[in-house]
Every structure is written in structure tokens, then in C-alpha cells.
T-cell receptor, first 112, second 113 residues
Framework: GENVEQHPSTLSVQEGDSAVIKCTYSDSASNYFPWYKQELGKRPQLIIDIRSNVGEKKDQRIAVTLNKTAKHFSLHITETQPEDSAVYFCAARSNSGYALNFGKGTSLLVTP | KAGVTQTPRYLIKTRGQQVTLSCSPISGHRSVSWYQQTPGQGLQFLFEYFSETQRNKGNFPGRFSGRQFSNSRSEMNVSTLELGDSALYLC????????????FGAGTRLSVL
């Protein structure tokens, strides 16, 4: 089955700096790659996603890039703010349904 | 539109017991997926139901089972509970109207003593 690896597991940045989280996947049939943000005690919420026919997608301070050849994708957060502090999960979908295979998460801390 | 609703929010059980968790998807969504979240393993996929049929299954033992009803509500059952089953169980619903996105419920926190 699909295996998603995520790095780093923890990341600490100063407010205003950029943060980058990287994921790799194993199944070349994977075609959908979402990123979820989970704040402490809350449910995961989708922040951005990308499909396999697109190389990059941006939404304000957040961007995702996908390299299908290398089977990796990355989340970029610019001008980080303390409210960006949370656990971020990458995921990949390779089957016929909607279910996702998740990475183990990155705990991001943005210090003022 | 109401979001994904999971009940109960908290459960305490003892080893050997069984438990049933419930998930009501967003209206119109026919797919419900279940995940187990633990601090060490992140979010692990259990199974997905679509139109009352199990469509995909993760790598969990047969003690974990589920079903979906005609109104798309889903239940997950864990029999012969073990200490390692303590986790947050999340369900997510999806539908064509949502463009493939999985919307998560708040989860059920299960503690096995």
C-alpha cells in the first residue's frame, strides 16, 4: 500500500520566517495530495491541496509544490505568524475512494 | 450545513470490553472514512464505507469493524479492547459536492484501562 513519509517531525521558526515541510510517497498511482492543519484539541482542517496534474498551487501565504518524478511534495508557509503554530499532516490518495494515507505529522512552533 | 458529527466524544472502557462509535456525515456525503490517531503513529486509516459497502481497508486486525447505514451514518466497532486501542478515533466524510475533500469530525477519545 501507499507509504507517506514526512519531515521534519518538529520545526521551530521565528515569526516572519518561512517554514517548509516535505513529504515523499511510494505509490506512483497517487493523484491527490492534501495538507491538513490540526490545532491542539481540534479536528484536522484542510489548508491546501494539489492534484497530480499540477506542479504548484498557492493560497496567500501558503503554497504546495509537487514533483511527480521524484514522488515528493512540500508545504511552504511564508511570513509565519504565531497562529500558524499547529501540527501539519501531509497525505496522499492512491485508491479508488476518498481515503487518505497520512504522514506522521510536523509540529510547527512559531515564536514571536 | 451541519458538519461531521461523532458520538460520543469521550469513552472509558476496560480491557476485553467492546465499543461502538458513531459518525454522521455531512448531508449528501456518501463516503465515510475512519482513522485512528495516536501520538506516535499519527493518523492511520482504518476503513472507508461508500453507499453501505466497505470500499477500502487499512492494516488493522479483525477486531476493528464497521458498517454504514442507508442514511450514510456509519458505526465503528472494536471488540476485545486492548490497552493499545486507546486513541482518538476520527471519521471523515466526502462527497462529489465537496470536490474530493475529506471533512473531519471532532473525534471520539477512547481510553482503555
Amino acid at each position: 500500500g501507499e507509504n507517506v513519509e514526512q519531515h521534519p517531525s518538529t520545526l521551530s521558526v521565528q515569526e516572519g520566517d518561512s517554514a517548509v515541510i516535505k513529504c515523499t510517497y511510494s505509490d506512483s498511482a497517487s493523484n491527490y495530495f492534501p495538507w491538513y492543519k490540526q490545532e491542539l484539541g481540534k479536528r484536522p482542517q484542510l489548508i491546501i491541496d494539489i492534484r497530480s496534474n499540477v506542479g504548484e498551487k498557492k493560497d496567500q501565504r501558503i503554497a504546495v509544490t509537487l514533483n511527480k518524478t521524484a514522488k515528493h511534495f512540500s508545504l511552504h508557509i511564508t511570513e509565519t505568524q504565531p497562529e500558524d503554530s499547529a501540527v501539519y499532516f501531509c497525505a496522499a490518495r492512491s485508491n479508488s475512494g476518498y481515503a487518505l494515507n497520512f504522514g506522521k505529522g510536523t509540529s510547527l512552533l512559531v515564536t514571536p | 450545513k451541519a458538519g461531521v458529527t461523532q458520538t460520543p466524544r469521550y469513552l472509558i472502557k476496560t480491557r476485553g470490553q467492546q465499543v461502538t462509535l458513531s459518525c454522521s456525515p455531512i448531508s449528501g456525503h456518501r463516503s465515510v472514512s475512519w482513522y485512528q490517531q495516536t501520538p506516535g503513529q499519527g493518523l492511520q486509516f482504518l476503513f472507508e464505507y461508500f453507499s453501505e459497502t466497505q470500499r477500502n481497508k487499512g492494516n488493522f486486525p479483525g477486531r476493528f469493524s464497521g458498517r454504514q447505514f442507508s442514511n450514510s451514518r456509519s458505526e465503528m466497532n472494536v471488540s476485545t479492547l486492548e490497552l493499545g486501542d486507546s486513541a482518538l478515533y476520527l471519521c471523515a466524510s466526502s462527497g462529489s459536492s465537496g470536490g474530493n475533500i475529506q471533512y473531519f469530525g471532532a473525534g471520539t477519545r477512547l481510553s482503555v484501562l
